[in-house]
């Protein structure tokens, strides 16, 4: 499955750099920095397995319409339990010295939203991606300028706020309650900021023609 590799590579770049940025604005608001290492545990973790989620997703898409399967709700719902499944890896990994408690009937609906967009996406690319077509090109041709940067905010926006969501499950000493809504309060409003400016950078690096030997899908985000 190349392609889904390749659209599964660029994810990556994408979601790390978009954590990276959001950890860095967030500490350079809060005065007390050595006072967060569950918000950057929780924000480590929560990358790698929206990584793999959309890694699923992606693979599952190419395929379906690659066999011209429809991407109806029955995909969307095996997509919905495998992201559970990979949940539970994830808070195996976050137990301590976070407890998080996801709250599905919260989380749900937005997932499903990401879940649908990433997939007409990527429908919408495999319908103009030939294999002489390099990904970057592909992804030029197939959505204008501020379409795509349109899409790629949408879907740090759906990151965004499921991380709140996992934000506001942690469960923490007593002690520790001011600080998490102090920090959560700004959470969400930092992470679309961060979507805003990161979105428009990476569509630009997308669509420019490159006479490097960059490998084709490597946006060199960071």
Same mark, same amino acid.
């Given at each position: ?54 890694? $699923? @997703? %992606?693979?599952? *898409? !190419? ?6 399967? #429809? +991407?109806?709700?029955?995909?969307? /719902?095996? =997509? ?83 991380? $709140? @969501? %996992?934000?506001? *499950? !942690? ?6 309650? #001011? +600080?998490?809504?102090?920090?959560? /309060?700004? =959470? ?35």
């Amino acid at each position: 499955m190349h392609r889904a590799r390749l659209l599964a590579d660029l994810n990556r770049q994408l979601l790390e750099a978009y954590s990276r940025r959001t950890t860095a604005a967030l500490r350079a608001r809060l005065p007390l920095p050595v006072a967060l290492p569950w918000l950057d545990k929780l924000l480590l973790v929560n990358v790698e397995k929206e990584v793999r989620k959309d890694a $699923q @997703v %992606l693979r599952r *898409s !190419v395929q379906a319409t690659k066999t011209r399967q #429809p +991407l109806d709700d029955e995909l969307v /719902a095996a =997509l919905l339990q495998s992201s559970r499944e990979i949940d539970r890896d994830f808070l195996a990994q976050a137990r301590s010295p976070l407890e998080i408690p996801i709250r599905y009937e919260v989380v749900n609906p937005v997932r499903i939203q990401r879940i649908r967009r990433q997939l007409a996406a990527t429908e919408t690319l495999c319908a103009v991606w030939t294999p002489r077509r390099k990904l970057r090109k592909a992804l030029a041709e197939t959505f204008p300028a501020t379409e795509l940067e349109r899409l790629l905010f949408d879907l740090m926006v759906y990151y965004a706020r499921e991380t $709140q @969501v %996992l934000g506001e *499950s !942690v469960r923490m000493p007593a002690l520790l309650s #001011p +600080l998490r809504r102090r920090v959560l /309060a700004g =959470l969400y409003e930092t992470m679309e900021r961060t979507a805003q400016a990161l979105s428009r950078e990476a569509a630009g690096r997308i669509r420019r023609v490159k006479t490097s030997r960059r490998p084709a899908g490597e946006a060199g985000l960071s």
